[in-house]
């Protein structure tokens, strides 16, 4: 594991119980699993996927891709920084590079992260090895060390492993917010028996059981785990909200004193709430909510 300038990791993170009506009412337990507790800057999956990655690439350039809101570009900037590692990020959207850069963009340069702008079209096709090819060299780094889309490959969801193993014994099922798939992966093979792991899609399209399946087999040669996902909580699609969610997630900050980040846990916290009030997990169970991130303070 590469060593991090500044606070040591906070592994495993810890597990808080909180006390929930919506759940108490119904014989259910609710625990957060708080990975955004991990590192001040390199917090919950976003650790465990880079990590593996990180140490992968050694002391080459680290290029990796994202929207103009990505998550996965910001914490790889500021591992580039704490690391002293040279980072490019490849963003969605060529148009973009003719405006000012938005408060997400902006922190990824200020932590020394390149950005390279490329359009839709282009991003697309970024995992043919014709594209990649191409755009390596038209940022210079033929030799750079590619990370995916939001961190997820084999190296990643071996990392997320340890995320299930921390919560052995400890929930029936533990639900975690989906984007790229990598961390449910990971997740679900660490789990033991009798455990469920539950995906919370953040994003529309229906895709996101075969690429959990992918990169399982990517991982560990095969299917891992007892999981499935819940596609009904992602409000339009990444980064969309809505004022119904915006509303429960100030309420549950209210109620648990605890800041919600909007894009992914809101989405599953409001996912698990729902599932709960349907009567979909039998008395006695105990859940567990992965916390993956904290709201970006710009």
Not at 13 to 35: I, N, W
Not at 145 to 169: D, Q
Not at 256 to 271: D, F, I, S, T
Request: proline share 5%; aromatic share 6%.
């Amino acid at each position: 594991m590469p060593d991090v300038a500044g606070p040591l990791p906070r592994l495993p993170s810890p597990v808080q119980e909180l006390a929930d009506d919506r759940f108490t009412r119904r014989g259910l337990r609710l625990l957060l699993k708080r990975d955004d507790l991990i590192h001040p800057e390199l917090i919950g999956n976003k650790w465990r996927k880079l990590v593996p990655n990180l140490s992968a690439a050694g002391r080459r350039t680290v290029v990796t891709f994202g929207g103009a809101y990505s998550n996965h570009l910001r914490a790889t900037a500021a591992a580039g920084r704490l690391l002293g590692l040279r980072t490019v990020g490849v963003v969605r959207g060529q148009e973009l590079a003719e405006r000012p850069l938005n408060k997400s963009l902006a922190r990824c340069a200020a932590d020394g992260m390149r950005l390279h702008f490329v359009d839709r079209s282009t991003y697309r096709r970024k995992t043919e090895p014709e594209t990649l090819a191409g755009i390596l060299r038209d940022i210079g780094a033929e030799d750079a060390y590619a990370v995916p889309e939001g961190g997820s490959n084999a190296a990643a969801v071996r990392g997320c492993r340890a995320l299930g193993e921390e919560l052995r014994g400890r929930a029936d099922v533990v639900a975690v917010a989906c984007g790229t798939g990598g961390t449910l992966a990971g997740l679900a093979a660490g789990l033991g028996p009798g455990q469920r792991a539950l995906g919370v899609p953040v994003l529309k399209g229906g895709f996101l059981g075969g690429e959990v399946r992918r990169l399982q087999g990517e991982a560990f040669g095969g299917p891992r785990g007892d999981w499935w996902l819940d596609e009904r909580f992602h409000f339009g699609g990444y980064a969309r909200t809505a004022p119904e969610l915006d509303a429960f997630a100030e309420a549950f900050e209210e109620r648990h004193g605890l800041a919600v980040e909007r894009l992914y846990v809101a989405k599953l916290l409001y996912g698990v709430v729902a599932l709960a009030e349907e009567g979909a997990f039998p008395a006695g169970t105990t859940v567990a909510a992965v916390v993956t991130g904290t709201p970006f303070d710009g």
